[in-house]
């Protein structure tokens, strides 16, 4: 089964550093999304991107985030000023069409992201 | 807001024993449910989803769960579990009340399977 691969397995940044989280959906993909899961927490969603441009963002998704699918393969999260409570797994996801459509969503391993 | 809810955080259960683990959602009209199950050091998979049709779904691993809209729920449920069944399963939500274009996911339960 294809899969979505996610870099780096683990992150560690000092508090008030940017982090760019790297995320290679599958390749016939079009829509892509990013969640994250405080440790303890449930799975929250942040962020649906689709045609190059944000479809739909959660109230935790904020200036200091943005997304960004600089050519046709990543598909990034970039955190601008890290605080500790981003501390998180972060995930990345994708699918072929909208998962409203009975359409399957594929997740990577996800980044453990340590702020410091 | 629309939420989930899963009431059983952390579920032991011996091999062979029957396994039922709770998912109660909040009103939301036309939804679409989902079980994942996230196996220790690996990603989230896709276990079963209900869109439409027979409330009782099949998924993979022997897994199945129920829809029942009048008590607003989507039950996993397997009636022999297997020591690899030890995982955190989730519980989520799509729909136009909660999102289309998104999950939105329950806290999740820990099953432990012991030998």
């Known amino acids: 089964e294809p899969e979505v691969t996610q870099t780096p397995s683990h992150q560690v940044t000092q508090m008030g550093q940017e982090v760019i989280l790297r995320c290679v959906p599958i390749s016939n993909h079009l829509y892509f999304y990013w969640y994250r899961q405080i440790l303890g927490q449930k799975v929250e969603f942040l962020v649906s991107?689709?045609?190059?441009?944000?479809?739909?963002k959660s109230e935790i998704f904020d200036d200091q985030f943005s997304v960004e699918r600089p050519d046709g393969s990543n598909f990034t999260l970039k955190i601008r000023s890290t605080k500790l409570e981003d501390s998180a797994m972060y995930f990345c996801a994708s699918s072929k069409r909208q998962i409203a459509t009975n359409e399957k969503l594929f997740f990577g391993s996800g980044t453990q992201l340590s702020v410091l | 807001a629309q939420s989930v809810s899963q009431h059983n955080h952390h579920v032991i259960l011996s091999e062979a024993a029957s396994l039922e683990l709770g998912c109660n959602y909040s009103?939301?009209?036309?939804?679409?449910l989902f079980w994942y199950v996230q196996y220790p050091g690996q990603h989230l998979q896709l276990l079963l989803k209900y869109f439409s049709g027979d409330p009782l779904v099949k998924g993979i691993k022997g897994f199945e769960a129920e829809f029942i809209k009048s008590k607003f729920s989507f039950n996993l449920r397997k009636p022999s579990v297997q020591w690899s069944d030890t995982a955190e399963y989730f519980c989520?939500?799509?729909?136009?009340?909660?999102?289309?274009?998104?999950?939105?996911f329950g806290t999740g339960t820990r099953l432990t399977i012991i030998p």
């Open positions: 991107f689709y045609n190059n441009e944000i479809s739909e």
């Open positions: 009103y939301g009209g036309t939804v679409n």
């Open positions: 989520a939500v799509s729909g136009p009340n909660f999102g289309n274009e998104k999950l939105t």
